[in-house]
T-cell receptor, first 115, second 115 residues
Framework: SQQGEEDPQALSIQEGENATMNCSYKTSINNLQWYRQNSGRGLVHLILIRSNEREKHSGRLRVTLDTSKKSSSLLITASRAADTASYFCATDALGEGGGAQKLVFGQGTRLTINP | DTGVSQDPRHKITKRGQNVTFRCDPISEHNRLYWYRQTLGQGPEFLTYFQNEAQLEKSRLLSDRFSAERPKGSFSTLEIQRTEQGDSAMYLC?????????????FGPGTRLLVL
């Protein structure tokens, strides 16, 4: 079963506006990552935030993490038509025996940027 | 292109047939993951390798599924006696594990349709 839940499930905004997506998760984590997926394609890694970090920036992306609320947000500023995609948060989950850090994904937010 | 590659990109098969997918990870990466993604959902973990050893399998991976990573390089995922419920995107990811931080890089996926 999937751990994360993204909110909203779909978001449509005008080009140039800011887009905010939220993610909630259930268990303790080491890291939280955000990925982008264009329709029918593979996932592109956007940003990783560690559990001891509260905010991180990368270009037009800003990610926050609140481990007390088990939630994260992704802000895309000055959106562009090319930002149209699905966005997923993924938390790591230690595998059996404490080995693998398999990723557990939410259902994603479908973002549409209207020109 | 030095990213993760997957072959084939698309596969249509009839129910009951066997199919095999291939994943070539980024060359220096020691970990390789397989995920499955159905329409409108986030990817779900199937199995993972560290070098040539398969260290974890999800309960989603029935005995009709088998994965290998000979010599710790490329990996194959085989589905025997395919069922319509196997229709999905199969994603491969690789990483160079550096605890506690691990970024997984995804390939473009293989889309399977079982008729």
């Amino acid at each position: 079963s999937q751990q994360g839940e993204e909110d909203p499930q779909a978001l449509s905004i005008q080009e140039g506006e800011n887009a905010t997506m939220n993610c909630s998760y259930k268990t303790s984590i080491n890291n939280l990552q955000w990925y982008r997926q264009n329709s029918g394609r593979g996932l592109v890694h956007l940003i990783l935030i560690r559990s001891n970090e509260r905010e991180k920036h990368s270009g037009r992306l800003r990610v926050t993490l609140d481990t007390s609320k088990k939630s994260s947000s992704l802000l895309i500023t000055a959106s562009r038509a090319a930002d149209t995609a699905s966005y997923f948060c993924a938390t790591d989950a230690l595998g059996e025996g404490g080995g693998a850090q398999k990723l557990v994904f939410g259902q994603g937010t479908r973002l549409t940027i209207n020109p | 292109d030095t990213g993760v590659s997957q072959d084939p990109r698309h596969k249509i098969t009839k129910r009951g047939q066997n199919v095999t997918f291939r994943c070539d990870p980024i060359s220096e990466h020691n970990r390789l993951y397989w995920y499955r993604q159905t329409l409108g959902q986030g990817p779900e973990f199937l199995t993972y390798f560290q070098n040539e050893a398969q260290l974890e399998k999800s309960r989603l991976l029935s005995d009709r599924f088998s994965a290998e990573r000979p010599k710790g390089s490329f990996s194959t995922l085989e589905i025997q006696r395919t069922e319509q419920g196997d229709s999905a995107m199969y994603l491969c990811a690789s990483s160079l594990f550096n605890y506690p931080q691990e970024t997984q890089y995804f390939g473009p996926g293989t889309r399977l349709l079982v008729l």
